[in-house]
Every structure is written in structure tokens, then in C-alpha cells.
């Protein structure tokens, strides 16, 4: 069988880029895709460790958004569960003082539509962070105002913060994330992983 993502893989437009960073580094495509997938994970950009491992959200991060989703992490990776898609599939890099580049907006331009088109079996799509927020929901709102107003996505869309540590003190000013939000949050991701197709 041929991979529908083979393309998106062997991806080199960014090599330029992506040498003149402060890590000097080639570009790692960290494709996680299968037409199979029941749910879209969208976020930002692979980390380091997502590029050194060629696996995302393995860190950290990835165990507080398993726990928000409530799923295992056999169940995450399951590629006829979950289908990853960041706003570009490579790690973009530091910059000059050791801080995350945004990712490259050509990316998504080039590879989105494409792979949203080779999933036909999606159910529920989490949107993880500002920046792919804007590409599926086509808004520039403010991240708390998006996520504050999830109701209105309902139902196949929801948006959430990124998992990231450094947000911990947004999670603790937001109490209604937790008692509101994770609830629904865990009964739809449930409810897409097992509906018949």
C-alpha cells in the first residue's frame, strides 16, 4: 500500500530556513497521519524532543494533553484513532536567545488542505494553541476568548490551550477549564474513538 503522506515526509522547503537557525538543523517531518484517524490533533510546531524522537507531544506536554483528552498513551498514538496535525510538521527552531521560532506559514499553505482531504474519517478536531486556531477557525482572537467560547464549536471542534508547563498559571486564573471544559472534552474524544464509522 502506498503512503498518502510520502510527500509531506521526504519535505525539504524549509532547509534553507532552517540552517540559518541557532540549532542548525535539516528538516524532520514528524508525520503521524493515517486515513483512518477519528480525531485531529492540531497544534503548533514538533519540539526538539518530537524532532530527536520523530513521535509528537512525547513529553511533558503530551502527558498533560492525554490527561485532559483522558485516553491512554497506547490509545494517542493509535494511528486509526488519532491523526497529528501541526501547523508545520517540522521543528522550527530557536532563535537567537534560545527561544521557540513560530512555525514557517508555508507549510500549512502547502500541505494542510491536502492532508485535511485524506482524512475522511475525522470526528472531533482538538485545535491546541493560537496557531492553529487561526488556520482551522480563521480567527486572530485572543487564546483565552477562543477557548472561553468553545461552546459555539460544538459539535467536531474544540479548542484548547497548549499543554505546555509554562501555562500552568493561565490554567490556575481559567478554573473553568478544568471543571467545564475537560468533562465534555473526555466524553467527546470518547464518543468519536468509538462511534461506528
Known amino acids: 500500500m502506498t503512503d498518502p503522506f510520502s510527500d509531506i515526509r521526504t519535505?525539504?522547503?524549509c532547509a534553507a530556513r532552517f540552517a540559518a537557525t541557532r540549532t542548525r538543523h535539516a528538516p524532520a517531518p514528524v508525520v503521524w497521519l493515517d486515513p483512518a484517524a477519528r480525531i485531529l490533533i492540531a497544534g503548533q510546531a514538533p519540539g526538539i524532543r518530537a524532532h530527536e524522537r520523530q513521535r509528537p507531544f512525547d513529553d511533558r506536554s503530551g502527558d498533560r494533553l492525554r490527561?485532559?483528552?483522558?485516553?491512554?498513551?497506547d490509545e494517542f498514538y493509535d494511528l486509526r484513532q488519532m491523526a497529528f496535525l501541526p501547523s508545520a510538521f517540522c521543528f522550527p527552531g530557536y532563535d537567537a536567545k534560545g527561544s521557540d521560532l513560530p512555525p514557517p506559514r508555508i507549510?500549512?499553505?502547502t500541505w494542510?488542505?491536502?492532508v485535511m482531504e485524506k482524512l475522511p474519517n475525522l470526528r472531533l478536531r482538538l485545535l491546541i494553541g493560537v496557531y492553529a486556531q487561526a488556520i482551522h477557525l480563521g480567527t486572530r482572537a485572543p487564546l483565552t476568548r477562543t477557548v472561553a467560547e468553545w461552546r459555539e464549536h460544538l459539535p467536531g471542534t474544540i479548542p484548547l490551550p497548549h499543554p505546555s508547563w509554562r501555562n500552568t498559571a493561565w490554567l490556575r486564573r481559567n478554573p473553568w477549564f478544568e471543571t467545564d471544559l475537560l468533562p465534555v472534552l473526555r466524553a467527546e474524544v470518547r464518543k468519536?474513538?468509538?462511534?461506528p464509522t
Do not use: F, Y
Not at 490527561?67 to 498513551?73: A, H, L, N, Q
Not at 468519536?192 to 462511534?195: D, G, H, I, P, Y
Open 192 to 195: 468519536a474513538m468509538t462511534c
Open 11 to 13: 519535505c525539504r522547503l
Open 107 to 109: 507549510c500549512a499553505q
Open 112 to 114: 494542510h488542505g491536502d
Open 67 to 73: 490527561d485532559w483528552m483522558g485516553v491512554t498513551r
